[in-house]
């Protein structure tokens, strides 16, 4: 079935059966890689896209279910300007360890820096809990969601 996605700003037209997760759409038909397979069930948090400005698990979204609606992944962040502040603040602290968790990580700090400007260290870890970091680099984490808001608030 053909569907057509507003994926980043641009209008995708996907041949795709149904029940495809989106995540399968984004990385195998618009090689889109920076969004990441963990563990398929929406357990880990590495296949987090953002559908509608909400951040969701792009493995257990289905695209028949996405037809009509905005979606963003880690490939458009550096043009969003909270986006941008999550990656500076990655990179000053060194927040990555492996990496291989961190395009969910950082879609889901977006998210919640949305939705609060300011978070508290446990609003942070409230929120962020299901996105799993194998390195455990979750203190690194929490302090780059932290100065990500001091950057915004600047």
């Known amino acids: 079935m053909s569907i057509t996605l507003k994926i980043n700003g641009e209008t995708k037209t996907v041949d795709a059966e149904p029940g495809t997760p989106l995540l399968w759409v984004i990385r195998d038909d618009l090689k889109m890689t920076g969004t ?5 069930v929406a ?8 559908l509608d400005g909400q951040p969701v ?3 257990q979204t289905f695209i028949e ?17 909270i986006g941008a502040a999550v990656q500076q603040a990655w990179l000053e602290l060194d927040v990555v360890q492996c990496g291989y968790c961190q395009s969910g990580q950082i879609m889901s700090a977006v998210g919640l820096l949305r939705e609060n400007a300011k978070p ?11 996105n799993a970091c194998r390195c ?15 950057i915004l608030e600047a």
């Open 136 to 150: 455990a680099t979750y203190q690194r984490i929490r302090a780059g969601v932290q100065r990500a808001a001091e």
């Open 43 to 50: 357990s880990c948090g590495a296949c987090t896209v953002h």
């Open 57 to 59: 698990r792009s493995c």
């Open 65 to 81: 279910d996405v037809e009509g609606s905005e979606i963003t992944t880690i490939e458009a962040m550096e043009e969003d300007k």
């Open 36 to 40: 990441k397979f963990g563990c398929g």
């Open 120 to 130: 508290s260290a446990e609003e942070i870890d409230e929120y962020m809990y299901g």
